[in-house]
């Protein structure tokens, strides 16, 4: 009779345990969040297919508000560097998946500076960002500038850290 009772008892705790696991898979998957497309990682070759269309337009004649900016859900991001070599200016354009909130950040912490007495001519090219989303709508961003209108070259320095990579031309 102890046998069968242990039996019994180890059967009963083992349904309990199953029931209770399969719960809490259950309660688990229901609780937790959907991927949005912003944190899914893209790879290269989705990256290089979804940033292929995206031409270096000029920098936009007007600031993007930062409620637009935090908003868009970009999937993607382009930097687009001017180059000078010799009199003519090439572009070179970079993409990236997992930069992507590095680039927002970059964008919407710059301060804006006034010019002050000590600023000289314009000498680097302004590299312009385009932020891309899976539908493939773009949002022009305007570079961060130094105090004097400069592409700031902390905030440029600061995006080589991210994992670019160099799109065709």
Partial sequence: MRLRAGWVAAAVVAVIAVVAGTFGVVLFLRTSPDPSPASTALTRAQLVRLTSAVHCPPPPLKVVQAQRVRSFPAVAAVLCEPRISGRSVHVVRHA??????????????????????????????????VLVDASDRWLV?????????????????????????????
């Avoid at 997992?98 to 600023?119: F, I, M, N, Q, Y």
């Avoid at 961060?144 to 400069?150: L, M, N, S, Y």
């Fill in 141 to 169: 961003l305007s570079f961060p500038a130094d105090a004097c209108g400069q592409p700031d070259v902390v905030v440029l320095a600061g995006l080589d850290r991210h994992g670019w990579i160099r799109l065709p031309d």
């Fill in 96 to 129: 990236t998946s997992s930069g992507v909130p590095a680039v927002k950040s970059a964008v919407l912490s710059a301060p804006g500076r006034r010019p002050t007495a000590e600023c000289f001519a314009r000498v680097l090219p302004t590299p312009r960002l």
